[in-house]
C-alpha cells in the first residue's frame, strides 16, 4: 500500500516540519502579491512612457522644422523670394505614373531646397501615419516620407473656401511680404488642416472631390485618417508641429478650429495666420 505524503492529512507531522510548510505557502502567497503590484504599476507606467515617447517624437519634428526654417531663410537670401516647395527624397515608383529612376532623381534634385539639405531624416515626421484614400482613391502609405520624400507641408495656398479675399501667396514673394512673420505659417503637418478626397485608379489617374479628409498622426489613438461620415464620433486631438515665416516652430492644438469651423479652417486666429488679406488684424 502506497505511503501517503500530504501533510495536511498527516496528524503525525512534527511541528518543525509543519512550520515549514507554513513558510513554504506564505511565500507563495507573497510572490503572487509581488506579481499583482508589478502588474498595476506597468498599467500605471504604460501610458506615461507612451506619452513620454510621442513626446520626443513632437521634439524631433519641432528640431526638423527649425532646420527647414534655415534652409528656407538661405534659399530667400540667394533668390530673393520664398521657394514654392521643400525637398526630401525621390517619389517612391509606385507613386509615379512610370517615370524612369533618372527622371525621380532629376526631381528630387529640382525641388528647392536640395541644394540647401539633402534629403535626409530632416524631411521625415517620426509619426508621419501617411494619407488614407482608399478604397477608391490613392493610400500614401506606409507615410508621405516614403510615398512623396517629405513628412512636412508649405503652404503654398489657402483653403479654397475663405471668409477673406487672400492677397497672393507665400511662394515667389520677396522677403518682407509677410506683414507678421510670428504668426504667419509656412510649414505644417497634414493634421493642421483637412485635405479633399483623392480618389481615381493610381497616381496617373486622380481626380479631387469635395469631401475633407481629416488626419492624426502625433498622440494618435485610434484611425489615422478619418472622412467626414467618421468626423463626429472622432474624439481624437489634431495637434502639429508648426513653422513660421520668421523661423521660430511650435507645437499647435488645431482640434477646436476645425471642429467649429470645418468649411473654413484656414481662417485666422490669435496663434496664426493661414493666408493674408488686406485687413488682417
Request: charged content about 20%.
Amino acid at each position: 500500500m502506497k505511503r501517503l505524503h500530504n501533510h495536511r492529512l498527516n496528524p503525525f507531522l512534527s511541528p518543525k516540519a509543519r512550520l515549514s510548510n507554513a513558510g513554504a505557502a506564505f511565500n507563495l502567497i507573497e510572490l503572487l502579491v509581488v506579481i499583482a503590484i508589478v502588474g498595476i504599476l506597468a498599467s500605471l507606467l504604460l501610458p506615461v512612457i507612451s506619452r513620454v515617447k510621442s513626446q520626443a517624437k513632437m521634439t524631433v519634428c519641432l528640431n526638423n522644422l527649425h532646420q527647414l526654417g534655415v534652409a528656407v531663410n538661405l534659399f530667400v537670401e540667394d533668390q530673393k523670394r520664398y521657394p514654392g516647395g521643400l525637398g526630401g527624397h525621390e517619389i517612391a515608383r509606385e507613386f509615379t505614373c512610370g517615370a524612369t529612376d533618372q527622371q525621380r532623381a532629376q526631381e528630387m534634385q529640382n525641388r528647392p531646397l536640395y541644394h540647401y539639405i539633402k534629403p535626409s531624416e530632416v524631411y521625415r515626421c517620426p509619426e508621419d501615419r501617411g494619407k488614407d484614400f482608399s478604397p477608391n482613391g490613392i493610400n500614401y502609405a506606409p507615410s508621405l516620407y516614403y510615398a512623396v520624400g517629405c513628412s512636412y507641408v508649405l503652404n503654398a495656398a489657402p483653403w479654397k473656401y475663405t471668409k477673406h479675399r487672400a492677397q497672393g501667396v507665400l511662394p515667389g514673394q520677396a522677403d518682407g511680404w509677410v506683414k507678421q512673420p510670428t504668426r504667419y505659417v509656412m510649414v505644417y503637418e497634414p493634421p493642421a488642416r483637412p485635405s479633399w478626397k483623392i480618389v481615381g485608379t493610381g497616381p496617373c489617374h486622380l481626380n479631387s472631390v469635395e469631401v475633407q479628409y481629416h488626419f492624426h498622426w502625433h498622440f494618435n489613438t485610434g484611425f489615422s485618417t478619418v472622412d467626414e461620415s467618421q468626423f463626429a464620433a472622432d474624439a481624437q486631438k489634431f495637434i502639429s508641429p508648426i513653422l513660421f515665416v520668421d523661423g521660430h516652430a511650435a507645437k499647435h492644438d488645431f482640434t477646436r478650429v476645425l471642429r467649429d469651423d470645418p468649411n473654413y479652417p484656414t481662417e485666422e486666429t490669435a496663434d496664426w495666420i493661414w493666408y493674408q488679406y488686406p485687413d488682417a488684424r
